[in-house]
Nanobody
Framework: QVQLVESGGGLVQPGGSLTLSCAAS????????VGWFRQPPGKAREPVAG????????FYEDSVRGRFTISRDNPKNLAYLQMTQLKPEDTAVYYC????????????????????WGQGTQVTVSS
């Protein structure tokens, strides 16, 4: 079973940028679609972006489209979330997780369809 480790979070000012990494410490990431999710303080975990197994298809929630970019490097067993134009409402713990699906129907990017979950990485957007 794949095991994932997120990194790259931190404190950034509004308008700033961060790039998160998702490393597979066990297993082969290329066998799976990868999703990035976030959990704001006091709220439920929500989807942010997803990418299919090859990297040829990407999906974004409306709140981040145009500001965030999801990508992957299968030979390196890594996935990324590049975040730009960050806003205070982007503050959350960010998680990556996988899904073995090869079908990307409406609603596939849900936390209940993904796992396992790592420890996450905190992103705080504040001046």
């Amino acid at each position: 079973q794949v095991q994932l480790v997120e990194s790259g979070g931190g404190l950034v000012q509004p308008g700033g940028s961060l790039t998160l990494s998702c490393a597979a410490s066990k297993g082969t990431l290329s066998n799976y679609a990868v999703g990035w999710f976030r959990q704001p303080p006091g709220k439920a975990r929500e989807p942010v972006a997803g990418i299919n197994w090859s990297g040829g298809l990407t999906f974004y929630e409306d709140s981040v489209r145009g500001r965030f970019t999801i990508s992957r490097d299968n030979p390196k067993n890594l996935a990324y979330l590049q975040m730009t134009q960050l806003k205070p409402e982007d503050t959350a713990v960010y998680y990556c997780a996988v899904n073995p699906t090869r079908r990307y129907e409406t609603g596939w990017l849900r936390a209940s369809n993904f796992g396992p979950w790592g420890q996450g990485t905190q992103v705080t957007v504040s001046s």
